[in-house]
């Protein structure tokens, strides 16, 4: 076996001279700072602060800018060359626009210089290759020469001038800057870890994926929001009744319509019909954002919600029917009305119903969908099969995504590990096996993947589908991890106690250390110097919460970028970044118009842990990857030597 591995090897380095420059090549890779991570989780859909988040990266270029040049430019004039970074076409055509155009010449070859000096600033830890790599190839040879230069050098100074000169003259420079702007945003970020919640609340979960997909290293631990897209995707009706009627309680038709094509006029012809005589008043939408392409009316939007909302409780009473095992059977409220007193009852308790208006449920057989339900499903259900921009983003969430990462010393997972109130890892059983731990995340991340790719006529396929439902709002989901998903309550009961849901053990448990570092070992980090890395719920700072847990072993990085919690958090959310210096937490503040926008720049960073000396690649999982592969090449040159392996020199 081992043989063989090296004869493979030996292609890539056929002389004993190639092997060992590659054992240097790697060996100063070790030696580099390691690159900088960030942390986010709960985007629910707010493109326009994640995106912004993401090209200043949460206002590293800002302070980078500041650092460089707080001597020699004004804030204003920092500002503007942050905004060129993170916007560099629209504040081009805005330059062009309004600039006195005799002095262009001397604000781009400026500009060209202060961007070299931050790409120089932010490109230092990294080698010289994978810079080059990140350039567009066009420009490769020269911003390699720009960022080599020494600038005191009175030889090269006129070859320099003459490079830049020659840049403007050619095309205005314009396609130059937007590269390097680009670079220096490509550089500040060198990975980027999403810790779920993608989807739902916010208007463009469809735009984030957009640039998810584009970006050059990214990793999805999937959220529970995430799971029922996915699940939708994979053909849960339940599920897909489940994101558009979410999506339709927060006014945001444009991600169904315009991001997905989901066509939604099967469904507002079937409402405006069915519930004509209803105003719905219980079902009308949050407005948070206005749609720019599909503006729907309050009133019908609130009709096509309650369709939504009655359908999916048939739906998901339908899986409980199928599946006692989830032992959810008192969640199928619709079979616990009592249609004739207009009450229902959960938990063993009678309540009055707000709202006791049911054309489409027949009392005898409350779980049954009407003709007309039926025929809308089909065609919404045809909607999501074909959605090509969908499959592409799920694919994607499937090939970037699972339960859980262990990076660089950190477990990132969104929800909790569910716990039982003794402390104990809880566990699920099926087909007699029982899982807990980490073993249980890593028996759930096969069935997700089933729930995908069986194809439909296999005998599996429908238990792996109801399950992704059982992700989305079960009490044992590690991604839920709440007792139960109280929709029904909060739509048809006034009395707020029974809209409680019950947290499950781990979040209580987890705030102690001891527990954090059971965790941690289950899954096979050291407890001493690894941390948890979660979302979920939303931290509220403004009561005095911290997103720093159990001694600084747990960060809980729901911040509220989701406008739809701000009010709960008091803040736009958290970036936590991990350099090769600290981890430390960049708290955002609300913003609300284009003035207060600016100070996005200018977050909140709390150091929340110092290194103890700066860690190199050598201190990562990519640096460990790299000395197993120094090993190889090490015995390749053995080899060679030996004449087990001959070398080849042309
Ligand atoms: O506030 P909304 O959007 O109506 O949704 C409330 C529901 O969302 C949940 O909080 C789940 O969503 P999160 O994963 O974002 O917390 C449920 O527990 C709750 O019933
Ligand atoms: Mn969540």
Same mark, same amino acid.
């Given at each position: 076996m081992e043989q063989k591995y090296l004869q493979l090897l030996a292609k890539e380095y056929p002389t004993i001279q190639a092997a060992c420059s590659e054992i240097v090549n790697l060996n100063a890779i070790r030696q580099l700072p390691k690159g900088t991570e960030y942390f986010f989780s709960d985007l629910h859909g707010e493109y326009e602060? @994640?995106?912004?988040?993401?090209? /200043?990266? =949460?206002?590293?270029?800002?302070? +980078?800018?500041?650092?460089? @040049?707080?001597?020699?430019?004004?804030?204003?004039?920092?500002?503007?060359?942050?905004?060129?970074?993170?916007?560099?076409? #629209?504040?081009?055509?805005?330059? *062009?626009?309004?600039?006195h155009h005799d002095s262009m010449e001397d604000w781009k070859r400026l500009t060209i210089y202060r961007l070299v000096l931050v790409c120089k600033e932010v490109s230092s830890k990294y080698t010289r290759s994978k810079v080059r790599k990140k350039m567009p190839p066009a420009f490769a040879y020269i911003i390699d020469e720009l960022l080599h230069v020494n600038y005191d050098d009175g030889n090269k100074k006129v070859y320099y001038n003459e490079i830049i000169r020659s840049i403007i003259e050619i095309d205005g420079g314009d396609k130059f800057i937007i590269a390097l702007c680009k670079l220096i945003q490509n550089l500040v970020v060198d990975n980027l870890h999403i810790i779920g919640d993608i989807f739902d609340r916010g208007p463009r979960a469809d735009i984030i994926m957009n640039a998810l997909v584009s970006f050059h290293d990214v990793d999805v631990q999937w959220g529970n929001h995430d799971i029922s897209w996915m699940g939708a995707a994979s053909g849960n009706r339940a599920l897909m009744a489940n994101v558009v009627r979410m999506a339709i309680s927060y006014n945001n038709f444009d991600v169904l319509e315009d991001g997905y094509g989901i066509n939604l006029r099967p469904l507002s012809a079937f409402a405006a019909e069915v519930y004509r005589e209803d105003s719905c008043e219980r079902f009308l939408p949050h407005i948070l954002d206005e749609n720019e392409f599909d503006t729907v009316d309050g009133d019908l939007a609130a009709k096509m919600h309650k369709a939504m909302a009655v359908i999916q409780f048939k739906l998901e009473g339908q899986i409980l029917e199928r599946h006692p095992e989830y032992r959810m059977a008192d969640r199928s409220l619709l079979k616990e009305v009592d249609f004739g007193a207009g009450t229902v009852k959960v938990d063993g308790q009678i309540y009055p119903m707000l709202?006791? #208006? @049911?054309?489409?449920?027949?009392?005898?057989?409350?779980?049954? %969908? =009407?003709?007309?339900?039926? $025929?809308?499903? &089909?065609?919404? #259900?045809? /909607?999501?099969? !074909?959605? *090509?921009?969908? !499959?592409?983003?799920? +694919? @994607?969430?499937?090939? !970037?995504?699972?339960?859980?990462?262990?990076?660089? /010393?950190?477990?990132?997972?969104?929800?909790?590990?569910?716990?039982?109130? $003794?402390? &104990?890892f809880d566990t699920i059983e099926f087909d007699g096996q029982k899982y807990s731990g980490k073993g249980l995340l890593d028996f759930l991340n096969g069935q997700v993947r089933a729930a995908y790719f069986l194809p439909k006529e296999s005998p599996w396929w429908q238990d792996a589908s109801d399950f992704m439902w059982y992700l989305w709002c079960g009490p044992k989901s590690p991604l839920f991890g709440k007792s139960k998903l109280s929709a029904f309550e909060h739509y048809f009961i006034e009395d707020e106690a029974v809209h409680k849901e019950i947290l499950n053990p781990y979040y209580k448990l987890s705030q102690s250390e001891e527990a954090c570092c059971r965790i941690l070992e289950e899954f096979g980090l050291d407890p001493e110097h690894s941390h948890i890395i979660n979302g979920h719920m939303p931290v509220k700072i403004k009561d005095g919460e911290s997103p720093v847990k159990a001694n600084g072993r747990l960060f809980i990085i729901d911040g509220g970028i989701s406008k739809a919690y701000q009010s709960k958090t008091g803040i736009a959310g958290y970036t936590l970044i991990f350099n090769s210096h600290h981890l430390a937490l960049a708290e955002h503040?609300?913003?609300?118009?284009?003035?207060?926008? %600016?100070?996005?720049?200018?977050?909140?960073?709390?150091?929340?842990?110092?290194?103890? /000396?700066?860690?190199?690649?050598?201190?990562?999982?990519?640096?460990?990857?790299?000395?197993?592969?120094?090993?190889?090449?090490?015995?390749?040159?053995?080899?060679?030597?030996?004449? *087990?392996?001959?070398e080849k020199i042309e």
């Amino acid at each position: 076996m081992e043989q063989k591995y090296l004869q493979l090897l030996a292609k890539e380095y056929p002389t004993i001279q190639a092997a060992c420059s590659e054992i240097v090549n790697l060996n100063a890779i070790r030696q580099l700072p390691k690159g900088t991570e960030y942390f986010f989780s709960d985007l629910h859909g707010e493109y326009e602060a @994640f995106l912004h988040l993401l090209k /200043s990266a =949460s206002g590293v270029i800002r302070a +980078k800018i500041k650092q460089i @040049f707080d001597n020699t430019l004004s804030e204003a004039e920092q500002n503007q060359l942050a905004n060129l970074i993170y916007e560099p076409e #629209s504040v081009l055509n805005c330059v *062009e626009l309004f600039g006195h155009h005799d002095s262009m010449e001397d604000w781009k070859r400026l500009t060209i210089y202060r961007l070299v000096l931050v790409c120089k600033e932010v490109s230092s830890k990294y080698t010289r290759s994978k810079v080059r790599k990140k350039m567009p190839p066009a420009f490769a040879y020269i911003i390699d020469e720009l960022l080599h230069v020494n600038y005191d050098d009175g030889n090269k100074k006129v070859y320099y001038n003459e490079i830049i000169r020659s840049i403007i003259e050619i095309d205005g420079g314009d396609k130059f800057i937007i590269a390097l702007c680009k670079l220096i945003q490509n550089l500040v970020v060198d990975n980027l870890h999403i810790i779920g919640d993608i989807f739902d609340r916010g208007p463009r979960a469809d735009i984030i994926m957009n640039a998810l997909v584009s970006f050059h290293d990214v990793d999805v631990q999937w959220g529970n929001h995430d799971i029922s897209w996915m699940g939708a995707a994979s053909g849960n009706r339940a599920l897909m009744a489940n994101v558009v009627r979410m999506a339709i309680s927060y006014n945001n038709f444009d991600v169904l319509e315009d991001g997905y094509g989901i066509n939604l006029r099967p469904l507002s012809a079937f409402a405006a019909e069915v519930y004509r005589e209803d105003s719905c008043e219980r079902f009308l939408p949050h407005i948070l954002d206005e749609n720019e392409f599909d503006t729907v009316d309050g009133d019908l939007a609130a009709k096509m919600h309650k369709a939504m909302a009655v359908i999916q409780f048939k739906l998901e009473g339908q899986i409980l029917e199928r599946h006692p095992e989830y032992r959810m059977a008192d969640r199928s409220l619709l079979k616990e009305v009592d249609f004739g007193a207009g009450t229902v009852k959960v938990d063993g308790q009678i309540y009055p119903m707000l709202d006791t #208006s @049911f054309p489409t449920v027949d009392p005898a057989g409350p779980l049954k %969908l =009407s003709r007309g339900e039926e $025929d809308l499903m &089909n065609a919404i #259900s045809a /909607s999501f099969d !074909h959605s *090509e921009v969908l !499959h592409r983003h799920i +694919k @994607f969430l499937y090939s !970037h995504g699972g339960m859980y990462k262990c990076a660089n /010393s950190n477990l990132l997972y969104h929800g909790c590990i569910p716990m039982t109130a $003794d402390g &104990n890892f809880d566990t699920i059983e099926f087909d007699g096996q029982k899982y807990s731990g980490k073993g249980l995340l890593d028996f759930l991340n096969g069935q997700v993947r089933a729930a995908y790719f069986l194809p439909k006529e296999s005998p599996w396929w429908q238990d792996a589908s109801d399950f992704m439902w059982y992700l989305w709002c079960g009490p044992k989901s590690p991604l839920f991890g709440k007792s139960k998903l109280s929709a029904f309550e909060h739509y048809f009961i006034e009395d707020e106690a029974v809209h409680k849901e019950i947290l499950n053990p781990y979040y209580k448990l987890s705030q102690s250390e001891e527990a954090c570092c059971r965790i941690l070992e289950e899954f096979g980090l050291d407890p001493e110097h690894s941390h948890i890395i979660n979302g979920h719920m939303p931290v509220k700072i403004k009561d005095g919460e911290s997103p720093v847990k159990a001694n600084g072993r747990l960060f809980i990085i729901d911040g509220g970028i989701s406008k739809a919690y701000q009010s709960k958090t008091g803040i736009a959310g958290y970036t936590l970044i991990f350099n090769s210096h600290h981890l430390a937490l960049a708290e955002h503040k609300n913003y609300m118009n284009q003035e207060q926008a %600016l100070r996005r720049d200018t977050p909140e960073v709390k150091i929340v842990e110092r290194m103890r /000396s700066r860690l190199r690649v050598a201190d990562t999982d990519i640096g460990a990857a790299l000395a197993a592969q120094i090993e190889d090449l090490k015995a390749l040159v053995a080899a060679y030597k030996e004449g *087990e392996i001959k070398e080849k020199i042309e």
